[in-house]
Structures are given as C-alpha cells and as structure tokens.
C-alpha cells in the first residue's frame, strides 16, 4: 500500500444518495468541496482515492484523483465505503451531522486503525446536536440565540410548547433540525398567526422521525469563520485554533413556508481587521481543543458588534472552496502540519478576494431542451474556469424539461472584491449566450 495514499470522501456525491434523488443544493456544494479537497491533496503529492454516483460518473474526469470508484444503485454502500478506507493510510471525510452519518464514517475509519486528517469523533460528538451546541457555547458565557428542544405532542411537535416559548422570547422565532446542516429546513415565524397558519397547513414538511428545535432570531450579519485546529498529539502547547478566514454568508431566510436557502457567501469579509478582533476575543472564551484539522463556526454580528455564536460545523465547510482561492498557503498543509506532532501556527496572508456560489440555472431558450450534455460542459468549463461543479441537470420533479434544475456552483479569484463582482457578472452573461438563465441572479448583485 502506498503510504501517502488517501481516502478522500464526500456523502452527497460519493454515494450517499443511491437510493434516492440527489438534492442539487447539497451536491453542488459536496462536489465543488470533493473537487477542491483533491486538488490540494494532489498538490502536496498524495495519491488520491475516491468514491463517485454512478449518475454523476462523467464529472470524474474533473477530478484529479489517480482512482475513482463507481457507487451504483445496487451497491451496498457502506460495504463499498469500508472496503476503499481500507485500501489506503489515510482518510478525509466529508459528510453532514444529521443521523450521526458522519460520526459512523468516522467511527469505521478510527476502527481500521487509518490516519483520519478530518475532524475526530470527539470534536463531531460536541457539535453534531444543536442542543449540545448551545449548551457548549452558553457555559462560556458568549453570546448565542436563546434555544430549546421542541418535545413531541400526539406524534407531532408540540403547538403549545411552540406558542409558549415564542411569548417568552418576544422576538421572531425560527424551527431547525436539530441535526441539520446549512439552512436546510429552517422555517422562520414573526407572529403567531404564522405559527398556527404553519402547523394548519405545512407541518408535513417536518420529518416525523427527527427531533427540532426553536432559536430565537438573531438580526444581523451572517458570517463564519473558517479554522484549522491542533490535534491531541502535538506536543506543542497550542490550544488556539488558527483562523483561516472569516466569510459572509449569502443566506436568505424565506417564510413560514417556503424554507431557507443557502447559496455561498464571500471572503474575507469586508472589514476583516475589525470583525477579527472582536472575534479573536470571543474565541478566547471557547475550549476548542477536541477540534483537529479544518470547522467552521457560523455566527451573526449584531449592529452593537456584539457576536452571537448559532453552531459549529466540525468538517470542511463551502467556504473551503472560497478560500483555498484568497489565502497564500495551501490550506492541505496547515490541516497536515495541525496533525503532526509539531504544530506551528503560521502567519496567513489574504492576496485575492472570492465569491463563491451555487447558482441555480433556467433554460429560457427556444429551442427545446434535454439538459446539459458534456459537450455544453466542456465549453463552459473552458470559458468560465472559475466554474468548480460543472452545470448538471437534475431532472429530479414532474416539471417539464424547460423548467427543470440546473446547477452549478463557481468560486472567483480577483485581486479585489469590486474585480470579483464584476467577474460574476461576466459569468453570469456567459451562461445566459447559452440560454441558461440565473433564477438566483438577485442574491449575487
């Protein structure tokens, strides 16, 4: 076995998602992450394995890896998952929290005896509960949004209990997977007529078999901040994570009924100098030394700069893909040298500016239209190199074709941020020649 072979392996769309349709929100994202993650790994000499959907199989060609595996929809996918970690000394895994997924890949890793370079069981076992979450961040006595578990009332959630803590927090409400990721499934509610016009009209959108919570709304600025922390073997005597970055995100929480939607974000925020201040001395307050390697903690600035602390994703954020373009190290080598047993933190220097983003496409052609074929691919690939998860055509609803989804996810790479927007303007009319039109257009102006 090649000893700086690598299992690189992310869910959504390494297999994840067999049996069912893939959510194109989460695979532009897991693609464009699984892309990037290689990339670098590639370019500090590691012989790079990975899974791939058999439905995704002609974007294998887009990825740098020497092996790639082929997940069909009769494969036993934790079968086929257990058999490649073994094939290889190391292991980096990209997975959501939700149903502990990413807790039982990393588990089955650890068992092999394999050098897991993302975050460890520990780390995931802290974050992986909102709850917990909240708790955690409440004990060290930062600021984070009042949250409570919602019990369960005739095999729903409980109105009563809803409708009680809403009045006691006097503020909008919002109702989230415990164990969610990103802004999936998040309902926000302003008065209690929504709240009640909800549980009348729209409670089946709520998953019977998870558990939910309601946060106090936070208004303010949505950002993250990106870190690389040291791993239990150093034996230097570092307990401060480094901060790679920190991001603004480009969230948009919808209505009662709608949902929310997660599109990316940019980085570094604008006045970085500032936020990272205050941030640096929010952290202070945080025992984050079970987190090795690369997470994310998402927060909101309130307009009196006060930080209000909402999760930690303990594994590689979107951001990543961002980045990776705007920093002058390679983030693989600061997560290689946070798991060795000499970590020194290192001084980051910001030379680009990036937007990155999914951006969900309509076809408003006249010409009838049977989705994205790789020849398409192929010239967009070339004229928008930016683009990390080619355009790919879900047919995944009873729409007709011309309203079909189309996503794609880009990340740009400018000097400065006002270059940056300018480039997306630029991608945006390149897409539109080929009558691909931006449905989310708006979010990126």
Known sequence: MNENRIFIFEFVSGGGFTQVDIPPSLFCEGYGMLRSIIADFKAVDFEIFTLLDYRIKSL????????????????????????????????????????????????????????????????????????KTYDFFKDRKVYTPQTHLIPFKNES?????????????????????????????????????????????????????????????????????????CSESTIQNVNKPIVLSINSQDITIKNSHSGSEYYGGYTPVE?????LKILSKALEKLDLSEFSGY???????????????????????????????????????LILNSNSNYFNPIEINYQNYSIFSRLELQYGGNDPFYGIDNNM???????????????????????????????????????????????VTEIINCFEKYGLNAIN???LE
Not at 101 to 112: F, M, V
Not at 271 to 275: A, F, H, I, N, R
Not at 393 to 413: L, M, P, R, V
């Open 271 to 275: 006045e970085y100098d500032e936020k």
């Open 157 to 229: 959630l409980d109105l009563d209990f809803i409708i009680r803590e809403f009045r006691k927090i006097k503020h909008p409400i919002i109702i989230k997977p415990e164990d969610g990721v990103g802004a999936e499934s998040i309902y926000y509610f302003e008065n209690e007529a929504q709240i009640y016009n909800f549980f009348n009209v729209s409670i089946s959108k709520i998953e019977p078999t998870r558990n939910f919570i309601l946060q106090e709304y936070i208004e303010g600025e949505d950002l993250s901040v990106s870190l690389i922390g």
């Open 377 to 423: 691919i192929s010239k967009l690939m070339k004229k928008v190199p930016e683009l990390i998860t080619p355009p790919i055509y879900f047919d995944n609803s009873n729409q007709n074709s011309k309203n079909g989804n189309i996503s794609c996810f880009f990340a740009t790479k400018e000097k400065t941020m006002e270059k940056s927007r300018n480039r």
């Open 60 to 131: 294998s060609y887009y990825l740098n890896a020497d092996l790639i595996k082929e997940i069909n929809a009769r494969d036993n996918f934790i079968k086929k998952y257990k058999e490649s970690i073994k094939e290889c000394e190391y292991c980096f895994i990209i997975a959501p929290e939700f149903s502990r997924i990413l807790y039982e890949l990393t588990k089955i890793a650890i068992d092999n005896d394999k050098k897991v370079l993302s975050i460890g069981l520990k780390g995931i076992k802290m974050s992986e509960s909102k709850i």
């Open 295 to 333: 997470f994310g903690i998402d927060f909101i600035k309130k307009h009196d700069n006060t930080l209000h602390f909402i999760e930690i994703n303990p594994r590689l954020t979107t951001s990543y893909i961002g980045i990776r373009n705007v920093i002058d190290k390679n983030p693989v080598e």
């Open 441 to 443: 257009k708006s979010n």
